[in-house]
């Protein structure tokens, strides 16, 4: 069978480099049958996954790999580089991995180790649009940068879970439109979700952090030594559902003696639900030195975590609130500020609600709608978006994107029912133009038109007076419209 590759020239002044793309073209888990001739072919002369890598890390420089949708199960155990084992990127090569999507591209570590390993710190790996399931030494362990966009790490166990940074020096991790879920730190089980290792230069962005069990910080365990700072930054994120025997959602640990710095700040995420066998089953700091870790908080919500007092945070130091953060219930993270509250923010239960990672967006009354820094939410890496990549126009508190600048949305989760119009009551299908008018959110807000097919409406147990045409079978009277539970977009 004719080998595969696809070649491109990538002019520099004054010299010039080679990069290539190699299109896998069998889910078959196979060696490549001469690495370094810079032809993906195995003995039966198709692309496998693990031929790309090995032809990749052969070349050198930035390399890129086309994975269509597949299961790509790992199959040949060993440790050594690509050939067995893990899937290693090795020194000086950049490696682009981009599948079809998360739903249809699937690499399964099958417990022979990881999936992929960064080896070193002139390595780096970017995935796009793939699932990474079942490593047994995580599913994805980097010394050198990593990249995840549109991605799912699930179902991987190991020291750091998920995902595990142990940086040679410096190295840069970037999340994107991911989801990292119902994986388990063993071992030395530092993070359950992601490991953030001294001298990690983390950025985590519309993402959700679920379902993951460590014993120390089941969702994130971020950590220094004196000799590596640590930074992380959480935009437009979820971490919810985690477990821990301390930090169940967030551990901030800063374990040099002296000057260990590790700084963590937060920006529309929602942290609820994680859970700690011992205590601080939201967000828990550690410090074995003089120096404890730093915490920057806006426009969050930090809400109904479970574990021993105190539940929503255990801090060694105040956080830096920069205002319209959420607590509930409780005082325990010390918010004070212009715009903070703490009242129960009525989340809705995690599911997908639209984008590509799972969401819980505000029901309607909540008080977090609107209620955030509209400052925050335009500055990057919020970017005026919500986690779903909505546009976030105007400020909400979480992840969740609470209204667009002209009008109040909602997603049912019951019936509308109309009196006093002739409108069809069953399917209720027919499009109708509405204006709320309600004296507790600013008066009369303007509804776009749309099918009440999808129960749109504006809020929870309210009644509100509207004016509308029915398409069918005639014209619709002002009437009363009763409200039922909803979940505010």
Known sequence: MKRLLIAAMVMAWPAAAAAATFLVNTTVDAVDAVPGDGVCATIDGRCSLRAAVQESNA???????????????????????????????????QITITGTGPATTIVDANGIGAAFTVDVASAGLTLIGVTVQNGSADCIAASGGLTLNRVVVQACQGAGGGIQTTPQGSLTLTIVDTTIMQSQATGAPLGGGVSIGPGTSATIVRSTIAGNTGALGGGIYVTSTDSAATSLTIANSTIAQNTAGFGGGILLDASGPLHSTTAVTLVNVTIAQNDAVGTSGGIAERATGAVQPSLTVSNTIVANNLGGMPQNCGLLSPITDLGHNLEFPGTACGFGQAGDLRVDPLLAPLAPHGGPTATMPLLAGSPAID??????????????????????????????????????????????????????????????QMVESDTTRNGSRALRAASLSRTRYVSAARTGNIAGICSVPSPCATGLVTLSNGMAS
């Open 59 to 93: 070349l050198t420089g930035a390399q890129a790999i086309s994975l269509p949708a597949g299961y790509y199960t790992l199959t040949i155990p060993g440790a050594g580089g690509a050939g067995v084992g893990d899937l290693n990127v090795g020194a000086n090569t």
């Open 371 to 432: 209620a955030g820094s509209d400052v925050a939410c335009a500055m990057p890496p919020v970017s005026g978006q919500d986690q779903r990549g909505v546009s976030r126009t105007v400020g909400g508190i979480s992840a969740w994107c609470s209204n667009t600048s002209t009008e109040h949305r909602a997603i049912a989760q019951g019936l509308i029912s109309i009196i006093g119009c002739n409108c069809p009551q069953v399917g209720m299908a027919q499009p109708i």
